[in-house]
């Protein structure tokens, strides 16, 4: 069964901060690694997927990365607008996508 | 414009009761979900459905149904509905089933008391 694993659960930064997010997992056949950004009352967001060990990807402020057995999500300098809850999933030879339980991130100004 | 949608927003009813929830996605996707976001906020998948083809995830109760007009909409019915049953429900698409980003609905919040 695959399964995912967020930490931490709740991360307090203040503007400019930088952190990392991560979330470890185990699957049967790895077929993509996918970070979304969900806020309160709204549907997940999609943000980056990883296919590979070393592949990394960057928007604005985010980095994702990705090892075999783990994915980090580097906030740099994070903005009070970047306060969300960040989920990653993952999506094995069954196709179907597992959730993490999510880092509910706040960022003070 | 709206790329997946979903109605109703909010939806209370009491125990016992048949309910419908629609999804309707624009994107010319190939591959609809329906997930469940429990008060912990885990989602979990509860259907696939791509080109006639469903995959069920086997924790779902047969009390919820998904039904497909065609391609573009992806409802889900819900008989007999249980106090367990309230949840936030997702409606998502993506392109192709494997390895494809998947977009989300807004979500129906529904209450049953």
């Known amino acids: 069964e695959d399964q995912v694993t967020q930490s931490p659960e709740a991360l307090r930064l203040q503007e400019g901060e930088s952190s990392s997010l991560n979330c470890s997992y185990t699957?049967?056949?790895?077929?993509?690694l996918f970070w979304y950004r969900q806020d309160p009352g709204k549907g997940p967001e999609f943000l980056f997927t990883?296919?590979?060990a070393g592949e990394e990807k960057e928007k604005e402020r985010l980095k994702a990365t990705l090892t075999k057995k783990e994915s980090f999500l580097h906030i740099t300098a994070p903005k009070p607008e970047d306060s969300a809850t960040y989920l990653c999933?993952?999506?094995?030879?069954?196709?179907?996508?597992?959730f993490g339980g999510g880092t509910r991130l706040m960022v003070k100004p | 414009d709206t790329a997946v949608s979903q109605t109703p927003k909010y939806l209370v009813t009491q125990m016992g009761n048949d309910k419908s929830i629609k999804c309707e996605q624009n994107?010319?996707?190939?591959?609809m979900y329906w997930y469940k976001q429990d008060s912990k906020k885990f989602l979990k998948i509860m259907f696939s459905?791509?080109?006639?083809?469903?995959?069920i995830n086997e924790t779902v109760p047969n009390r919820f149904s998904p039904k497909s007009p065609d391609k573009a909409h992806l409802n889900l019915h819900i008989n007999s509905l249980e106090l367990g049953d309230s949840a936030v429900y997702f409606c998502?698409?993506?392109?192709?089933?494997?390895?494809?980003?998947?977009?989300f609905g807004p979500g129906t919040r529904l209450t049953v008391t």
């Open positions: 994107l010319g996707h190939d591959t």
């Open positions: 998502a698409s993506s392109l192709y089933r494997s390895s494809y980003e998947q977009y």
């Open positions: 699957v049967s056949g790895l077929r993509g």
């Open positions: 459905y791509n080109n006639k083809e469903l995959i």
């Open positions: 999933a993952v999506q094995g030879a069954g196709n179907m996508l597992t």
């Open positions: 990883l296919y590979s």
